[in-house]
């Protein structure tokens, strides 16, 4: 089975500007979370998704939000983008919001200049 | 609410032993452990819940101490394939959620 896959891998964009990241759970997971791990940082939650819902939200600003899709993908938009918000974004997938392990993706990687 | 983890860096030789402690100021549920190698994804290793037991995988182990809020993750006779970053992730609560908050991590680099 693949596993969790995010598009694209690298992304530039400048300031103001806007961008959505896309993620593919792996088959028959239907809970999908979103990280942010800026350079030599640990990953910082910012969403959790599940059957669409939105399950749990980390101390992230309103110009990040997120939806899932019937097939249970996922994408994550930013509004009005900053120079801190440059950073990885990964994406972990799981059957249900509390089953473990996450399942990470390799990340799409932002630069914001 | 972020754990704290020590050391921040070890470099080892092939063979040796390492201890790396993570800890945090709130009671904790369980704690996730994942290694990260240079441009990959966080790799899944183990995951140790209060009152459960000590989990081991191969010649990696990890403890988890409920009252100090503490978890140590030991590896033993290392492996060059044992590089990488390790992050601990914490979760407070069960409330059927994964929203692990994860550790600043700790770079481990095996020499031959």
């Known amino acids: 089975d693949a596993g969790v896959t995010q598009s694209p891998t690298h992304l530039i964009k400048t300031r103001g500007q806007q961008v959505t990241l896309r993620c593919s759970p792996i088959?028959?997971?239907?809970?999908v979370s979103w990280y942010q791990q800026v350079l030599g940082q640990g990953p910082q939650f910012i969403f959790q998704y599940y059957e669409k819902e939105e399950r749990g939200r980390g101390n992230f600003p309103d110009r990040f939000s997120a939806r899932q899709f019937p097939n249970y993908s996922s994408e994550l938009n930013v509004n009005a983008l900053l120079l801190g918000d440059s950073a990885l974004y990964l994406c972990?997938?799981?059957?249900?919001?509390?089953?473990?392990?996450?399942?990470f993706g390799n990340g799409t990687r932002l630069t914001v200049t | 609410q972020q754990p704290v983890q020590s050391p921040q860096a070890v470099i080892l030789r092939e063979g040796e032993d390492a201890v790396i402690n993570c800890s945090s100021s709130k009671a904790l549920y369980s704690v996730h452990w994942y290694r990260q190698k240079h441009g990959e994804a966080p790799v899944f290793l183990m995951i140790l819940l209060k009152g459960g037991e000590q989990k081991g995988h191969e010649k990696i182990s990890a403890s988890f101490n409920e009252k100090k809020q503490q978890s140590s993750l030991y590896l033993t006779a290392s492996q060059l394939s044992y590089s990488g970053t390790y992050f601990c992730?914490?979760?407070?609560?069960?409330?059927?959620?994964?929203?692990?908050?994860f550790g600043t991590g700790t770079r481990l680099t095996v020499i031959p």
């Open positions: 972990a997938s799981s059957r249900t919001p509390g089953d473990s392990p996450l399942h």
């Open positions: 088959s028959g997971h239907k809970s």
């Open positions: 992730g914490t979760e407070m609560t069960r409330a059927g959620a994964n929203n692990l908050f």
